[in-house]
């Protein structure tokens, strides 16, 4: 156990003069959700949400703390094998670091160090161990043979030097790591995102019905959703920040920097997101203000046409600073929707967790192909030559959003009082807009909801049903229907490959 934290330890503090992406822990935990089932991920995201990384995080280091126990007993009987078998475990990180999408030959070195650093001190601390002859019985004892006995004390000293020296090399390597995210941190206080040249109108009266246990209008940065592989949020600073632009079709291939952008036509607008992963009824959808450039401005800029003109490229190849792809259809980003790089969220600019410096955005298509957080790089291509990060892992090319609602209130298992109770929720269908939201209960007739005010047809809206509550245990459901006159299914799918459907439901109980 000293041993593998001496390892965990040094591997930080080299870490940190390579990339903080590079220590073993996340290198380790990253390809494990690379090579995790689509249906293991969704349970994971279904049960554990936005901590399903946490959870990842201590799994790998109670997998470590085990191996480590492991291989001590083996040490016990075998010195050099244990320590052999301490330097598979830098093998296994250095693949795993390497082998990362942006992963490159010096991310080796966090685990190689760490295990060559371990596997010293596992043999002198098992040197220390080793039992030797004691003292001859004195004369006249009987003894059943020679005593023997281990250096307690030199076991001792050695033991606290080593994992006091490896405390000491891991709070460096926080401290180290931390220095450079100053940095970024620093880059992205002083940004003072400017006025929009096409702000967003003021949320209409009305849109929000201000009933209580409803999700608010607009979803506060704190509280909106995070779904994405990053077991470490990616520290980017701004003015390091570039995008380039190139690819099949660019007939002039760009790179812009983030004060490029920031003196470009900036738009303001209100845009509802949606995971995929999101079950029915699921907390996976939020909607905030964002400030940003049209991608569909840049990409003309590069001489880029849509298929529908003529244009190579059917496909747009978002990479991100931590190497996850995103495919995303040209066409549906140059049709005239309010796709963005996105520069601010809510009036402040974007937080890491959310993307900074600059996140894509493109609304009518879930977060999977639309969503590329931490941009880097652009690059157009084709459905038929390229397969994103979730279509190698069978998810759909394309994904539109499905025409959704959910039940906020009352709660499941909820016990309101006999009268007048208002069931309530939101319902949303980017890009389409929701026509009409009915309820009904027990499996009876539907009846219409009170819809709040539309804000725009990229966002959801709230809706209010007036219960006339009598007393029994009742299960009230759910469903709306889109602009363009659908009405979303009953039949109850899961998330895979291409979004859930069915009608959210709750049960309750009036006393």
Not at 202 to 224: E, H, Q, Y
Request: proline share 7%.
């Amino acid at each position: 156990m000293i041993a593998g934290f001496c390892a965990l330890c040094v591997a930080e503090l080299v870490a940190a003069a390579v990339r903080p992406e590079a220590g073993p822990v996340t290198a380790v935990g990253g390809a494990v959700i690379d090579r995790t089932p689509p249906a293991l991920k969704d349970f994971a995201v279904r049960n554990f949400g936005t901590n399903d990384k946490l959870v990842l995080q201590l799994g790998i280091l109670v997998l470590l703390a085990v191996f480590a126990m492991a291989v001590g007993v083996l040490a016990l009987r075998h010195r050099l094998l244990g320590s052999a078998a301490v330097l598979v475990f830098g093998v296994v990180g250095a693949v795993a670091a390497t082998t990362r999408p942006e992963g490159g030959p010096g991310d080796a070195l966090p685990s190689v160090v760490g295990a060559v650093v371990a596997a010293g001190v596992l043999y002198l601390l098992i040197g220390r161990l080793i039992r030797v002859p004691g003292p001859s019985p004195a004369a006249g004892e009987t003894g059943r043979g020679t005593p023997v006995s281990f250096d307690r004390r030199g076991f001792m000293i050695a033991a606290t030097a080593a994992a006091a020296a490896s405390a000491g090399a891991g709070l460096v390597g926080r401290r180290l790591t931390a220095s450079v995210q100053a940095g970024a941190s620093a880059s992205r206080a002083e940004i003072v995102l400017p006025v929009p040249d096409s702000a967003a109108p003021a949320v209409p009266r009305g849109a929000d019905l201000g009933i209580r246990g409803v999700s608010s209008f607009i979803t506060s940065n704190k509280s909106f959703y995070r779904v994405d592989t990053a077991l470490v949020v990616p520290q980017v600073d701004a003015d390091r920040w570039r995008l380039r632009i190139h690819g099949k079709g660019v007939a002039r291939p760009l790179t812009v920097t983030f004060r490029d952008l920031l003196a470009r036509e900036i738009i303001e607008r209100d845009i509802t997101l949606t995971c995929v992963s999101n079950e029915v009824g699921g907390p996976y959808v939020g909607n905030a203000r964002w400030i940003g450039v049209r991608l569909a401005d840049l990409l003309r800029e590069a001489g880029v046409k849509p298929p529908s003109r003529g244009g190579p490229a059917d496909q747009i190849v978002s990479r991100s600073v931590d190497g996850m792809t995103i495919g995303t259809p040209v066409e549906d980003v140059m049709d005239g929707r309010d796709a963005l790089l996105a520069l601010g969220m809510n009036g402040e600019p974007l937080p890491f967790a959310h993307g900074f410096p600059v996140r894509m955005l493109v609304p009518g298509l879930y977060g999977y192909v639309s969503a590329c957080k931490w941009i880097r790089d652009i690059e157009l291509t084709t459905f038929d030559d390229y397969d994103a990060y979730w279509v190698k892992r069978s998810w759909s090319r394309r994904g539109p959003i499905k025409t959704e609602s959910r039940i906020d209130t009352p709660r499941p298992f909820a016990s309101p009082k006999a009268g007048t109770v208002p069931v309530a929720g939101v319902a949303w269908a980017q890009h389409r807009g929701i026509d009409r939201v009915e309820v009904r209960v027990d499996g009876g007739e539907w009846h219409r909801a009170r819809l709040g005010t539309e804000d725009s047809r990229d966002t959801w809206r709230q809706w209010v049903w007036e219960w006339p509550a009598t007393s029994g245990n009742h299960t009230l459901e759910v469903r709306a229907t889109d602009r363009t006159g659908a009405t979303q299914t009953g039949k109850r799918v899961g998330t895979v490959p291409n979004g859930a459907t069915g009608w959210h439901s709750v049960v309750v109980k009036v006393p």
